[in-house]
């Protein structure tokens, strides 16, 4: 299963309509009378540039917006213009004056780099041109993250307008070997490939062959890539505009891999079945890179793209006279390629009213140019009434005053309200962590067997009670492994009385390997969303003579836990790693230990043993030679036998005196009183 939209919104959006609800006893009687207000309203964000006087003095009279053919009549505008630059006194009651005054929108800024898509050159040309962007752009109160997408989508910055903070973030990004991609770098190679075939070969078969896989690879991760950014553009959507993304790519092209039909004349592609299945995969291409710039723009995030790369010449093998013979095109693909990565990157910011850096743009043009986008900002608001919604519309905003230029976006989005939600719910899951107010919540899993090659695991989805009488929660975790989900859950909970938390518990089954466990939550009445990301290890038993799983440590709960239909008010929940344990209550640690295959035959001896402030050690246990090959491992410790501290659960397996696997879980102690 790929990790698209359907899968990153956990069918949370699915559950809010056909999920069996499970409501906790003792819920209160419904009066049935239900008292709804609801407010529709468009922003379109619109830079102007003038002559200050004028561009300062616009009223709703001097702009004109249109939908697709329709003009609007009725709009407002909100003008956000920095002052002249007469820089107050610091300190003095005008300055004051001046940081507080609304006027001063700050922008946030995402840096987003596109490790898959950035040559070697790239890379280190946007390291450096990140670090002379961030103290020109972070003033004012602007503030920025990082991000990079490489073998996974990580977050070396939240949002903070500390330029120092991130300058650090770069400054580990770059020295971050997992963040270092080689694909891009290798492409000049795999058309050297297509090449070569045409001209040693001297037939077409072996060329088109390898255009058709190259292109299918390069596609996959185009798509992936492009998956992964409309994931954080659903991050920005509580973020107040101005909003941008600075999009750090060299090789990023809607039409992923039709560079390689360069070779190929028209007759050979219209005649060839692979040729013409490359040809209709690069038209399929454009749908990711259409969401990205529909979500943008639905959202009022600007992109400012670069190609990191910069200017640089490309060297290529010319095809020979044998290869012209078969009817190959005498055009260089190079200049196709960069081309079509070029006019991407172009698109990708004209559409959202924001500009893309060719061919070595210096950080100074791209400051002055980000600046004098976000120096006179206004926002046109208007009723969307009879405008269609989640479909794209052209969309045009002009200004009536001489001398005044305007740009916004290419197209208008109106977000139906459960599209909106399922953006929330991608960019919630997309997020290493998300958390409206002070919702959180934790996943969990407690292992339960191994059979078939899969382990069965009880997944916990966990969130605590908030101050409502009675509220609804959708819930649902996903266990995502090499950027596929392997299993997922998720089910809707209704609870009464406040501060009650709820637990939704669901068996899964998955293959070893390493898991990151992405929950969400959703409380429907408040709109709040919570996610949360944590990264555990499953062994595989085939690897080794024997192996140790992870551990989950359980304390019981008292909250609203459903399980198959059945719900129940209290039970055993998994702690998470970065919360302690409570001395007054009972401990419990479940865990798996697997004998591997192929084995001497003999019986295994499990020992455990609790080191830390206090000292517990538990009866040994036999791994038989028969029967299922891994045992579940259940240890409790009862209540007030550990004092406060820090504790170390460990196991061993042992074949005689000779140790074949460890394994086990840390964690710290504390008194409640």
Not at 16 to 27: F, H, L
Not at 81 to 105: I, N
Request: glycine content about 8%.
């Amino acid at each position: 299963m790929r990790l698209d939209r359907l899968t990153v919104a956990l069918g949370l959006l699915a559950l809010a309509g056909g999920a069996a609800q499970q409501t906790a006893p003792d819920e209160p009687g419904r009066s049935g009378l239900v008292e709804r207000t609801s407010t529709r309203l468009t922003q379109i964000d619109v830079t102007v540039s003038g002559p200050a006087e004028l561009i300062r003095a616009l009223t709703a009279e001097d702009f004109k917006v249109r939908v697709d053919l329709k003009w609007i009549r009725e709009f407002r505008v909100d003008g956000f213009c920095d002052e002249p630059p007469t820089a107050p006194e610091p300190g003095s009651t005008a300055a004051l004056l001046a940081a507080g005054d609304p006027r001063r929108r700050p922008a946030s800024y995402v840096l987003y780099f596109d490790q898959q898509q950035l040559t070697l050159t790239g890379r280190h040309r946007a390291m450096r041109l990140a670090k002379d962007l961030l103290p020109e752009l972070i003033r004012n109160g602007n503030r920025a993250m990082v991000v990079s997408n490489a073998r996974r989508l990580d977050t070396f910055s939240q949002f903070t307008d500390d330029p120092a903070a991130l300058l650090d973030a770069i400054e580990r990004l770059e020295r971050d070997r997992t963040q270092w991609d080689f694909y891009a770098n290798q492409e000049s190679s795999r058309v050297e490939d297509v090449i070569d075939a045409f001209n040693r070969d001297g037939t077409v078969d072996r060329a088109v062959s390898l255009a058709r896989i190259y292109q299918r690879e390069e596609r996959w991760r185009t798509e992936q890539s492009l998956h992964r950014l409309e994931s954080v553009v659903a991050r920005l959507a509580s973020v107040e505009a101005p909003k941008a993304v600075i999009y750090f790519a060299d090789t990023t092209r809607a039409n992923a891999g039709e560079h390689y039909l360069s070779f190929f004349s028209d007759r050979m592609i219209e005649s060839d079945s692979v040729l013409a299945g490359i040809q209709s995969d690069a038209t399929t291409a454009w749908l990711p890179f259409d969401r990205v710039v529909n979500l943008a723009a639905a959202q009022g995030v600007r992109f400012y793209s670069i190609q990191a790369e910069g200017l640089v010449s490309h060297f290529q093998t010319p095809l020979g006279l044998a290869a012209q013979a078969l009817g190959a095109r005498r055009s260089p693909t190079s200049r196709t390629r960069i081309r079509d990565a070029q006019g991407t990157l172009g698109s990708l910011s004209r559409e959202t009213g924001g500009y893309a850096f060719i061919n070595g743009a210096t950080a100074p043009a791209i400051v002055d140019r980000m600046r004098s986008d976000f120096e006179c900002l206004y926002l046109v608001s208007f009723d969307p009434a009879g405008i269609s919604e989640d479909a794209p519309h052209a969309l045009r905003v002009s200004v009536k005053r001489p001398g005044v230029r305007v740009k916004s976006r290419g197209r208008l989005i109106v977000e139906s309200e459960s599209a909106r939600l399922e953006n929330r719910l991608l960019g919630a899951f997309g997020a290493p962590e998300v958390a409206d107010g002070p919702l959180v919540v934790h996943g969990e899993l407690v292992p339960i067997g191994f059979d078939d090659g899969r382990y069965s695991a009880l997944v916990q989805i966990a969130v605590p009670g908030i101050a409502l009488q009675g509220s609804t929660w959708d819930l649902g975790a996903s266990l995502v492994s090499r950027n596929r989900v392997q299993a997922e859950a998720q089910g809707r909970l209704t609870v009464s009385g406040p501060g009650l938390p709820v637990v939704l518990e669901r068996e899964i089954r998955f293959p070893p390997g390493p898991y990151e466990v992405r929950s969400v939550a959703h409380e429907t009445s408040t709109d709040l969303v919570a996610s949360a990301n944590t990264e555990v290890s499953w062994p595989d038993p085939n690897r080794g003579p024997a192996c140790v799983g992870p551990f989950a440590l359980l304390q019981p709960e008292l909250a609203a836990f459903t399980r198959d239909g059945q719900v129940r008010m209290s039970g055993p929940l998994g702690v998470p790693a970065e919360q302690p344990v409570l001395t007054d209550e009972p401990t419990a640690f479940v865990g798996l230990v697997c004998r591997g295959r192929g084995g001497r035959g003999g019986a295994l001896r499990v020992e455990r043993w609790l080191r830390g402030a206090s000292r517990v050690e538990f009866e040994p246990i036999e791994l038989g030679a028969g029967g299922d090959r891994c045992a579940q491992v259940r240890d409790v410790v009862p209540a007030g036998a550990l004092g406060p501290g820090s504790y170390s659960y460990e196991v061993r397996v042992l074949d005689g005196d000779y140790e074949l696997a460890s394994g086990g879980r840390e964690f710290f102690a504390v008194d409640p009183s």
